[in-house]
Nanobody, 126 residues
Framework: QVQLVESGGGLVQAGGSLRLSCSAS????????MGWFRQVPGKEREFVAA????????NFANSVKGRFTISRDNAKNTVYLQMNSLKPEDTAVYYC???????????????????WGQGTQVTVSS
């Protein structure tokens, strides 16, 4: 089993920045790709960003390209989401996810991730 705990959410004004962290524990050696998703009430969970095991390959949703970066520190079993130039439409609960498939190409669909954190709220005020 893998446990994921997100932190770093909060309230920020438009144009500001936040850095989310996701700490993994348990069978961390089984984790390959990691991703961030977000969800607002009444809408489906949507892909934000993903990173492969080495950190050399990343993928971003078009809505956050150029504003968000994703990174990971495997020694600390932690993945980060740096969010800059935040907009009110970025307001959502942000979830960290882990993929334990060693062969999957960097995924952007929620079903490709088997483990999820509890989420952290990000609110961007206008």
């Amino acid at each position: 089993q893998v446990q994921l705990v997100e932190s770093g959410g909060g309230l920020v004004q438009a144009g500001g920045s936040l850095r989310l962290s996701c700490s993994a524990s348990g069978r961390t050696f089984s984790i390959y790709n990691m991703g961030w998703f977000r969800q607002v009430p009444g809408k489906e969970r949507e892909f934000v960003a993903a990173i492969n095991l080495s950190g050399g390959n990343t993928n971003f949703a078009n809505s956050v390209k150029g504003r968000f970066t994703i990174s990971r520190d495997n020694a600390k079993n932690t993945v980060y989401l740096q969010m800059n130039s935040l907009k009110p439409e970025d307001t959502a609960v942000y979830y960290c996810a882990a993929d334990t498939s060693p062969t999957r190409v960097l995924g952007s669909r929620s079903y490709e991730y088997g483990y999820w954190g509890q989420g952290t709220q990000v609110t961007v005020s206008s």
